[in-house]
């Protein structure tokens, strides 16, 4: 029983921390790999623990082991910090396989995720990487919105605000409301109210 080895999200950023010193991540991602299937559960779920060796995995330049960690965290249900159907679409793309990736943000649209800001900030960063403006505009808007509703973090919130206008900049679109919001130090719900789904564009 001494060298029962628990999984703790301490024991996870201390590999992460050491992958990202020596820059090998496949070293990394294979520990956690293993560790995921064999340690004892314990501060950290398997689920969780799949979705950090994934994202080593990425890191490492193997999206198709990347796949595998994250549908094992898919199926294995339990809790994780990030939605992992949003870096199990970022592997698809990565390896060609678009319509299953595009299926997958379908999924995620469909399931009630864009009530989540930190998802749909994940999910707006990915579609940008994918060259997806106004698709990744689109879920930048429900992200905020979702933000100002529930005037939970507000970090979040201007992390969302500014690839917004990022993307609002890039599309050539003008400077609206939520825009403006950005020069208010105090951007949420303390900082005025919503502005009408009228101008702020399309959602």
């Given at each position: 029983m001494d060298n029962v080895v628990v999984l703790s999200g301490e024991l996870f950023d201390a590999i992460e921390v050491n992958?990202?010193?020596t820059g090998n991540h496949k070293r990394a991602a294979v520990r956690m790999s293993r560790l995921a299937v064999q340690a004892t559960a314990g501060g950290m779920s398997r689920a969780e623990a799949h979705m950090r060796a994934g994202e080593q995995w990425l890191l490492a330049d193997d999206p198709t082991e990347a796949v595998e960690q994250f549908e094992k965290a898919i199926a294995d249900a339990g809790p994780t910090f990030d939605e992992p159907r949003v870096p199990l679409a970022r592997a698809m793309f990565a390896l060609g396989r678009t319509e299953d990736a595009d299926a997958?943000?379908?999924e995620l649209r469909e399931s009630g995720a864009r009530t989540k800001p930190r998802t749909c900030d994940l999910v707006a960063e990915l579609l940008t990487e994918q060259r997806d403006l106004e698709?990744?505009?689109d879920w930048a808007t429900a992200g905020v919105e979702a933000s100002l509703s529930s005037g939970e973090d507000r970090n979040e919130l201007r992390l969302l605000l500014r690839?917004?206008?990022?993307?609002?900049?890039?599309?050539g679109l003008p400077e609206d409301d939520y825009d403006k919001m950005l020069d208010n130090k105090k951007a949420g719900p303390a900082a005025g109210?919503?502005?009408?789904?009228?101008?702020t564009g399309p959602r």
């Open positions: 992958a990202a010193r997958l943000l379908r698709g990744a505009l690839l917004r206008y990022r993307l609002r900049v890039d599309l109210t919503l502005p009408p789904a009228s101008e």
